[in-house]
């Protein structure tokens, strides 16, 4: 199995996209493709072109793949963080009609892992290179490490039990507070 990352965006599909690239999409947001429709589309000829790995990413990724999806600012309700893990169903690659991707599973990752926090995990080493380009414009699809994935799944793991557990009692000195003056 192999892992990759797309980005997307909050921009509407009608207003900034190639006529290529409309006739083939769900819409009506580019973020809305994955999310609401299950697909990732790239039209003809741009699934081809070279840059971020983008070719060799459509031309090496299989069903049972696994994504990360990275929402930019444009994103309202997810903007510039990693915001889901989608597994690949099928894989269509079209000389005329472009590139698709149907997921199987959407699985949103609750918490979010914010665009600061991935330029940490770069920083440390904890994440690949290839993580960088999260936020980068033309960047859209790439193959990262399966360490990625693990990493990410292991910081929703630790940000939700660190939400969690202060979430379940107060902090010590506010209760000590709280019985000041309210009595106890």
Known sequence: MST???QVSGHSIQEKADRRYIA?????????EPLKHGEYFNASPFWKREGYGRREAWQSI???DEVLVYCTGSVDEHGACLSHLLTVESVILSESDGARLEFSSIQELIPKIPYSDIQEEIEKGSF???MNYCGQEGFNIAQITASDIDRVR???DSMESQEGSSNSRPDDSLETIAEDHFGG
Do not use: H, M, T, Y
Request: glycine content about 14%; aromatic content about 10%; overall charge neutral.
């Open 62 to 64: 299989l069903p049972g």
């Open 154 to 156: 292991n910081l929703v």
């Open 24 to 32: 083939g999409a769900k819409g009506p947001r580019f973020c809305d």
């Open 128 to 130: 690949s290179e290839q």
């Open 4 to 6: 990759f990352l797309i």
